[in-house]
């Protein structure tokens, strides 16, 4: 199974409307959970943490976090064609210095 | 902000060649870590550091090594480079539990 699992898309969406991202991890004892953006070209770039189970809203950008079902979900609102990118869920598997654990990214396409 | 610098952005190198990749961050972070990113495999850890002369495997050490001698610089080292270690290197720093912050990327070619 797995680490980190995410639809590698494309996910297409019209601009304005909500996208949504999904993210499954299979470590039960993962504790910190982040979403990256990366452009074409560029290296990931952190946008979004979340760490205890709920919703964490920071502009248009909402995390959502169910430890429960392990499933991490990112929602971008009136998306913009500026936000078409990869996005990459990562998972901490164990507390502390362990590197991160990436899915493959969902690439993000808004059209105009 | 964080400031994680490293050295090239692109190199060129020959199968064979012992290959330094360097990288320096401003934030007095603890956790430094290489990662390469390859197509349709994504981001994978290779070596991370806890503390200064502390290193630990990540998922494919395999042809690698690196060096911390100092807290704030972590090299990755190529001790013979072969045409499959051609990829993207990235390399990022954290503090423990904290989200890590990524250098630019060295995009490296074996030849």
């Known amino acids: 199974q797995k680490e980190v699992e995410q639809n590698s898309g494309p996910l297409s969406v019209p601009e304005g409307a909500i996208a949504s991202l999904n993210c499954t991890y299979s470590?039960?004892?993962?504790?910190?959970f982040f979403w990256y953006r990366q452009y074409s070209g560029k290296s990931p770039e952190l946008i979004m943490s979340?760490?205890?189970?709920g919703d964490k809203e920071d502009g248009r950008f909402t995390a959502q976090l169910n430890k429960a079902s392990q499933y991490v979900s990112l929602l971008i609102r009136d998306s913009q064609p500026s936000d078409s990118a990869t996005y990459l869920c990562a998972v901490i598997r164990r507390g502390g210095a362990d590197g991160l654990t990436f899915g493959k990214g969902t690439h993000l396409i808004i059209q105009p | 902000d964080v400031k994680v610098t490293q050295s090239s952005r692109y190199l060129v190198k020959r199968t064979g060649e012992k290959v330094f990749l360097e990288c320096v961050q401003d934030?007095?972070?603890?956790?430094m870590f290489w990662y390469r990113q390859d197509p349709g495999l994504g981001l994978r850890l290779i070596y991370f550091?806890?503390?200064?002369?502390?290193?630990e495997k990540g998922d494919i050490p395999e042809g690698y090594s690196v060096s911390r001698e100092k807290k704030e610089r972590f090299s990755l080292i190529l001790e013979s480079a072969s045409t499959n270690q051609t990829s993207m290197y990235l390399c990022?720093?954290?503090?423990?539990?904290?989200?890590?912050?990524f250098g630019d990327g060295t995009r490296l070619s074996i030849l």
């Open positions: 470590d039960r004892g993962s504790q910190s």
């Open positions: 550091s806890y503390d200064v002369k502390m290193k």
């Open positions: 979340i760490y205890s189970n």
């Open positions: 934030m007095d972070h603890e956790n």
């Open positions: 990022a720093s954290s503090d423990r539990g904290q989200p890590q912050h």
